[in-house]
């Protein structure tokens, strides 16, 4: 008789259950995670409707799921998972727009996985959430080990309303207005003071009140709010005390000078972020018009501004036979496939003028991912 011994993977049994509104992706890492955990561990679903219906019936072992979906976004679903099962382990798939995610990730039974990722990455993601006992720092609709997670996921969520928050050093609350972050309050604290109060507090409870927030005490972007109370966490545990010169506002000169050279950081940050495609090689923004580079990254091999012009001509070619054809349609991409590479372009939707080059080694590439995350850079960066 022939004898097989169960292959040690690291993760206990399913099912695992993966949701994303992108076919490819889902396809993909059901794909990769069957071979590892077996076909009848692994579920997946384009449609979170399908996902939320799961919940009702069955408690998965994992949920790996995207935020932005039609009809149930990502966090309405973590919600009904821990509302109907407890903490269940969950890993939220995000391309978020700093780099700082991979910092701000924090151990705990939910975690952060930046898109694109690789196979391995989102194993070991899996195999070291399942392996952790739920935390006790936070809880509420979801169990987390930060207050920032929390934030997060309301703001890619878009979502409007207030966080309610209880802790031992008081009570808060964070108003949201379509995912950004309008107001807070803690005690006496207002605004951005508020805001840096509450996430210094290490542990508590948490709900959701859809009521609107009342004023707007706060300008800045969810990034900068993160990564600014973070900050001054970190300084506050390690005694670092912050200066009166580093409280004095800027004057409205002073923002004038600073907004092309925030301007050019975000758009040069934003295409960094492709760098974590399989594959990678370069990347650049194009404007037509002014037949200039924008910005541009690259590998090491400094060719990326070169190829990328030569591009210019082959994009009016195909825009013009589009009009001549009378195609009630808009061009999008176009993917041109070398004996080695991927060359991708694709057009700013909110400036014409303007595109997308990014270059990859054909052997590496996962095509879907990096077409993928290119949208979602067009969609934020800062033009």
Not at 45 to 58: G, H, L, M, Q
Not at 103 to 116: E, M, N
């Amino acid at each position: 008789m022939l004898m097989t011994t169960p292959r040690t993977t690291g993760l206990p049994p399913g099912p695992f259950w993966m949701v994303d509104d992108e076919p490819e992706l889902v396809s993909a890492t059901v794909g990769m995670l069957s071979s590892v955990v077996g076909p009848t561990q692994i579920r997946g679903s384009t449609d979170p409707r399908e996902v939320a219906s799961w919940i009702e019936r069955e408690r998965p072992t994992a949920l790996i799921t995207d935020v932005r979906m039609p009809h149930v976004n990502g966090l309405e679903l973590v919600q009904r998972l821990h509302q109907k099962w407890g903490p269940v382990p969950v890993v939220v798939m995000t391309a978020f727009p700093t780099a700082q995610v991979d910092q701000d990730a924090r151990a705990g039974r939910f975690a952060y996985l930046p898109k694109p990722f690789t196979f391995q990455a989102l194993r070991e993601t899996l195999t070291r959430i399942c392996a952790q006992p739920a935390p006790s720092a936070f809880s509420g609709a979801i169990a987390v080990s930060m207050l920032g997670e929390v934030v997060q996921l309301y703001g890619l969520a878009n979502r409007t309303g207030t966080l309610l928050v209880n802790s031992d050093a008081g009570v808060g609350e964070v108003g949201f207005d379509s995912g950004r972050v309008v107001d807070a309050r803690a005690g006496e604290r207002v605004g951005v003071e508020a805001f840096n109060e509450i996430l210094s507090w290490t542990s508590g409870g948490f709900s959701w009140s859809t009521a609107a927030p009342a004023a707007r005490t706060i300008t800045t972007g969810l990034s900068e709010l993160l990564i600014d109370a973070y900050r001054l966490s970190d300084e506050k545990s390690a005694g670092v005390t912050t200066s009166d010169d580093d409280d004095l506002g800027l004057s409205a000169f002073d923002e004038l000078e600073r907004a092309p050279v925030a301007r050019d950081n975000n758009v040069r940050d934003n295409l960094s972020r492709l760098e974590r495609v399989d594959g990678f090689l370069g990347a650049a923004l194009y404007d037509i018009d002014a037949g200039v580079c924008v910005s541009a990254v690259d590998a090491g091999a400094g060719e990326v501004e070169r190829v990328v012009a030569g591009h210019v001509e082959l994009l009016e070619a195909k825009r013009r036979t589009i009009s001549k054809m009378q195609l009630e349609d808009q061009l999008e991409d176009i993917v041109i496939t070398l004996g080695r590479q991927y060359h991708l372009l694709r057009l700013c939707r909110r400036r014409p003028q303007l595109f997308f080059f990014l270059t990859l080694d054909r052997s590496r590439a996962n095509l879907a991912m990096a077409r993928y995350l290119l949208s979602d850079v067009e969609r934020d960066i800062v033009l």
